[in-house]
């Protein structure tokens, strides 16, 4: 079994980030992988089992389902239920956190899976970098514009 954990920290309230983060179907708006996304069957994007169905921008398609979410601990997780990577019995958690050293929150992001022999590494590099580290830099590249501080992000 394969784990990874990324965090990061981001310049602002978690009240702002979890807005961005809690709704599963809204990251079409801002991963950079991330071209369309739909929740089947008309459900809520923050119904747990529901089941978000994405293209990348590549053209790869996927499902993940929402396993759980707390507003009040501002956490989800979800699974990866068809992908066209080796990427088995995937099981992702968010967490964020205040940081009270200038109101700014510290985001937690880890999974556990399984790949084929011989695919460690480069699904390793892929999570971690490729989904983890792009979406923290689009997360935070998106509050400072909609703050007006491209400059400093």
């Not at 999974?111 to 792009?134: H, K, L, P, Q, W």
Request: charged share 25%.
């Amino acid at each position: 079994m394969i784990r990874i954990v990324r965090s990061t920290i981001i310049d602002a309230p978690t009240d702002r980030v979890w807005a961005l983060l809690r709704d599963f179907n809204g990251h079409d708006r801002w991963h950079p992988a991330v071209g369309k996304s739909s929740i089947e069957r008309g459900q809520s994007s923050d119904k747990v089992g529901c089941v978000r169905h994405f293209f990348l921008r590549d053209g790869a398609e996927l499902r993940e389902q929402l396993l759980t979410l707390s507003d009040l601990e501002q956490t989800f997780s979800y699974c990866l239920i068809d992908t066209p990577v080796p990427l088995f019995n995937y099981v992702a958690h968010v967490r964020l956190a205040p940081v009270t050293d200038g109101d700014r929150t510290f985001w937690d992001w880890r999974c556990s899976f399984t790949t084929r022999n011989g695919e460690e590494a480069e699904m390793t590099r892929m999570v971690s970098e490729d989904i983890y580290e792009a979406g923290f830099a689009a997360i935070r590249a998106q509050l400072a514009a909609s703050s007006g501080l491209e400059g400093r992000a």
